[in-house]
């Protein structure tokens, strides 16, 4: 047995358990374990190995109040002021609260509900007991149980539009199927005011034989507000899978992407730009296990810290023994704007299979003096020059994505960002 | 046009110097060449005209139109119609060619305090131009200067200084890894842009550009300092016999 000296909690942590033993929906039982395990060890510290770069003990100020209606000036309205992505159907929540989307008006082809069901069903995909997993399965009050019927292509996006405001909580589990051979655009949006917010969002995936799907997290919250996220991916056989991440908001952010790689020829592709803003800390960590056979991944990240932020990329690659010619590329790339700015990458394979093509590269750099010159010397003021390189740096992760538009709407939100923080 | 006065300079974080007192002066429109063996410091006084922060002036001066440009920026000195054609034109992956034209035109037009181009105006002066150098709208979709062959590179130099319309070209080695027939297509491009209001500082080491840019004076430059100067047969001279005699009797 471990002897334990008890700890004494921070008051984050403090408020993290008076909210959790409160709890007394379909949740209480997950509660009830996301408080034990708090109340014993307290919140990960950098002496946990998957949290060693973003101590959320540390990080972690406080656990805001879970709002008990709908909050006045920044909620649904606002909601649906958020300067529009692309079209498409959305089902948008402010704090915990479904707002905006009839279940009605679904588009054909798209089944499911809104509600408690959320938060015990996960389509079948394993969930970690991990401490997202944990307080999420804890704290969450609703989310969507969506699946995309065989066979079907939605020629829209679905959007999952998601606020929260006015120093509360927000905690929502999504979970989604991709029927065999069903073809769908998802967008997460998550939005917040500039006050110290908190939320946590899972979403569970599931994509069966040959379905084909396009995830995206556009993360533009409020410099105040921390996010904790998490997706968990189960893959079939040929499906093929891109996953598009822009975290440009947040003081402290951690995403993980969970990806089990279960079906032969399945192509999975995870894109990323994570725009650190002052004073912020941004940390997207995967991890994919390859179980079987002739699968393909690929993962690039780009980014850009303009000021005194701390950003961390962590991806770890599993190749289990049977995973034979199992490919798989990441590259997480960095460009340091300032003396304060600071980038930690951790890429990490694990392999067993012996026929397998890995590797991985991180590269953490400043704008280049030389190009910069040219670009002056042609009458380009410093600043649009930096703002032109940093903008090309960026949008490589773009370059071969197929949904052109979807592509253009984000790199506009990238510009904006960089206009005000760059 | 352009004078250079007792230009001393040095490399800014080391006390190396590289040039010793150049005196030249070019007139508006001359077309001026610099010949001189490697490691003479051409490249420098062309980089310390565009305003490269690696060099420091110690001593002299540099007057454009008769105003000294060494407090200005590079982007402000190039607004001001100085142009660099670069020994080595910088790769720039992900700036496609098109947009970095668009905004270097718009740049420069802007800070003159001039209407920018609108896209079709912009797109037009673009073909006329690429069409006279062979280049292909194909080549300017492509990101700056990345992959371009050592002849694209050059070209695409002297597309950016016919769409620029600078009053100063200083061309840097724009003759080296150019065969015969881009050799034509370049100094022909340069020829269309000579005119009586515009000057040109042509830097090279062979008396081959010098054929098809005629110049109206030579100057050699060794160690820093011009040690000679004459008409464009100073070049055939140099091409026959070499810089030894020059430098020998210079010493
Ligand atoms: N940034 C620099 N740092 C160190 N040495 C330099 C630098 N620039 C030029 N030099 C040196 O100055 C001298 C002149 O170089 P350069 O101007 O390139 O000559 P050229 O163009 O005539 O061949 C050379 O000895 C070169 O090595
Ligand atoms: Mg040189």
Redesign the interface.
């Known amino acids: 047995m471990n002897m334990q000296t008890p700890i004494t909690h921070t008051a984050a942590e403090e408020a993290l358990i008076a909210a959790l033993g409160k709890v007394d929906s379909v949740a209480k039982e997950a509660a009830a374990r996301a408080l034990a395990g708090i109340e014993k060890s307290g919140l990960p510290t950098r002496r946990v190995e998957a949290w060693h770069y973003t101590d959320l003990r540390n990080l972690l100020r406080d656990y805001p109040k879970p709002p008990r209606a709908i909050q006045s000036e920044f909620s649904s309205e606002s909601l649906v002021d958020l300067p529009p992505l692309v079209e498409g159907y959305t089902l948008g929540f402010s704090n915990t609260f479904h707002v905006i989307g009839h279940l009605a008006g679904m588009p054909e082809g798209l089944s499911g509900t809104v509600g408690e069901e959320a938060l015990t069903t996960t389509h079948g995909v394993p969930v970690e007991a991990d401490t997202i997993g944990l307080i999420n399965a804890g704290l969450a009050e609703t989310g969507v149980v969506l699946a995309v019927q065989a066979g079907v292509k939605l020629a829209e996006p679905v959007i999952l539009a998601h606020t929260c405001a006015d120093e509360t909580a927000s905690n929502l589990r999504h979970s989604v199927r991709f029927g065999e051979g069903a073809q769908a655009t998802f967008i997460e949006r998550h939005h917040s005011s500039i006050t110290g917010n908190f939320q946590s969002v899972v979403c569970n995936l599931v994509l069966e034989k040959g379905a084909k799907a396009v995830w995206v997290i556009d993360q533009e919250l409020g410099v105040e507000t921390t996010r904790l996220g998490q997706l968990n991916v189960e893959l079939a056989e040929d499906t093929d899978l891109t996953i598009l991440i822009l975290n440009a908001g947040g003081r402290l952010v951690r995403q993980e992407v969970h990806v089990a790689v279960n079906g032969e020829n399945a192509n999975l592709a995870i894109k990323g730009v994570n725009l650190v803003g002052n004073d912020s800390h941004v940390d997207v960590t995967t991890t994919l296990t390859h179980n079987v056979p002739n699968t393909v991944a690929t993962e690039l990240f780009r980014n850009v810290v303009p000021g005194s932020g701390k950003g961390v990329f962590q991806g770890q690659i599993r190749v289990a023994q049977p995973a034979q010619k199992t490919d798989a590329q990441m590259a997480c790339n960095t460009l340091l704007l300032s003396d304060e700015a600071d980038f930690s990458a951790k890429p990490e394979l694990e392999i067993f299979a012996d026929d397998v093509v890995c590797a991985h590269g991180a590269t953490v750099a400043d704008i280049e003096d030389e190009q910069l010159f040219y670009l002056r010397a042609r009458g380009i003021p410093e600043r649009d020059a930096r703002a032109l390189l940093v903008k090309a740096f960026v949008e490589e992760v773009f370059e071969d994505f197929e949904d052109t538009e979807l592509a253009g709407a984000l790199v506009d939100r990238i510009e904006s960002w960089l206009d005000i923080n760059g | 046009m352009i004078e250079i006065r007792n230009l001393h300079v040095k490399i800014a974080d080391t006390d190396t110097m590289i040039l010793n007192g150049v005196d030249l002066t070019v007139k508006a429109g001359e077309v001026a060449a610099i010949m001189g063996p490697n490691g003479s410091g051409k490249s420098t006084l062309s980089y310390v005209m ?4 690696d060099y420091e002036v110690t001593e002299g001066d540099i007057l454009l139109n008769g105003e000294s440009i060494l407090e200005m ?3 402000e ?3 001001a119609g100085l142009f ?1 054609a ?1 020994q080595y ?2 790769e ?4 496609p060619t098109m ?2 034209l668009k ?3 718009n ?2 037009r802007k ?1 003159r305090g001039q209407d920018e181009f609108t896209t079709p105006e912009f797109i037009k002066k673009v073909k006329d131009a690429a069409g006279r150098l062979g280049i292909s709208m194909d080549m300017l979709k492509r ?1 700056l200067n990345t992959g371009f062959s050592g002849g694209e590179k050059k070209r695409a130099e002297i597309l ?1 200084m016919s769409l ?1 319309e600078p009053k100063f070209c200083v061309m840097d080695e724009t003759d080296s890894g150019l065969d015969i027939d881009a050799l034509k297509v370049v100094s022909d491009g340069v020829n269309a842009l000579r005119s009586p209001e515009r000057a040109f500082l042509v830097i090279t080491h062979y008396q081959r550009l010098l054929e098809h840019i005629v110049p109206d004076s030579v100057h050699v430059l060794y160690k820093g300092r011009i040690i000679q100067s004459g008409g464009k047969e100073l070049a055939l001279q140099l091409e026959e016999q070499g810089y030894a005699d020059i430098i020998a009797k210079a010493a």
Do not use: C, W
Request: charged content about 15%; cysteine-free.
């Open positions: 565009a305003g490269k922060e920026e590079p982007d000195r190039a607004a660099l670069f034109p910088v720039i992956p992900g700036v947009n970095f905004a270097a035109m740049s420069q800070a990101s950016q620029l």
